[in-house]
């Protein structure tokens, strides 16, 4: 079984610039989440939804965040315009229940 | 307080021997705990998952929960190198599949 899976694995852009980042579940994992840690802290949630519907987006920073899951398969997540202070690892995690398997990160380096 | 707090480590630990990581939670209605391994530049990847209070044991892991101090621990045994890594303490909020992680704690195993 294929586990999640992100794209880019990694992303240098300029501050204002956009940046797409993509994540693609488990198969049959309706639950699928967005996380970040930036340099030197924890992991921290951003969203989570359940199929294509948002259940929770109390963790995104601000309205510079989009995060959609059209269809409810894959999911991407937009910062536009990137702030210097975006830069970190995004992890995508999806789950059928409540354990959470964890996508390798895209790597988003804002300059 | 840090709603999870873990030691930073470095842990150092020689091969052979029991490492002990520990993580501590402020939310005494939390009910679901795991623990992340994650070795550089790469995904976390679920070791194990507790929910009740004791030990629960997996091969050379061991989670201990005990929710009356607030804490859930890790132990390792008979460590080897390639346990070295960054182990994550994640407790899941109640009521939500959102998880709340440690700053992770640095093992490092001497050969």
């Known amino acids: 079984e294929a586990g999640v899976t992100q794209f880019p694995s990694h992303s240098v852009i300029e501050k204002g610039q956009t940046v797409t980042l993509r994540c693609d579940p488990i198969?049959?994992?309706?639950?699928l989440y967005w996380y970040r840690r930036v340099m030197g802290k924890e992991i921290k949630f951003l969203l989570h939804?359940?199929?294509?519907?948002?259940?929770?987006e109390s963790g995104m920073p601000n309205n510079r965040f989009l995060a959609e899951r059209t269809g409810g398969t894959y999911s991407t997540l937009k910062v536009q315009p990137a702030e210097l202070e975006d830069s970190g690892v995004y992890f995508c995690?999806?789950?059928?229940?409540?354990?959470?398997?964890f996508g390798p990160g895209t790597r988003l380096l804002v300059l | 307080q840090k709603e999870v707090e873990q030691n930073s480590g470095p842990l150092s630990v020689p091969e052979g021997a029991i490492a002990s990581l520990n993580c501590t939670y402020s939310d005494r209605g939390s009910q679901s705990f795991f623990w992340y391994r994650q070795y550089s530049g790469k995904s976390p990847e679920l070791i194990m998952s507790?929910?009740?209070?004791g030990d629960k044991e997996d091969g050379r892991f061991t989670a201990q929960l005990n929710k009356a101090s607030q804490y859930v621990s890790l132990l390792i045994r008979d460590s080897q190198p390639s346990d070295s890594a960054t182990y994550l303490c994640?407790?899941?909020?109640?009521?939500?599949?959102?998880?709340?992680f440690g700053t992770g704690t640095r093992l490092k195993v001497l050969a």
């Open positions: 995690a999806s789950s059928h229940e409540e354990t959470q398997y």
């Open positions: 198969s049959g994992h309706d639950n």
């Open positions: 939804f359940v199929k294509e519907s948002k259940q929770d």
């Open positions: 507790i929910y009740s209070n």
């Open positions: 994640a407790v899941k909020i109640p009521g939500t599949y959102k998880y709340i």
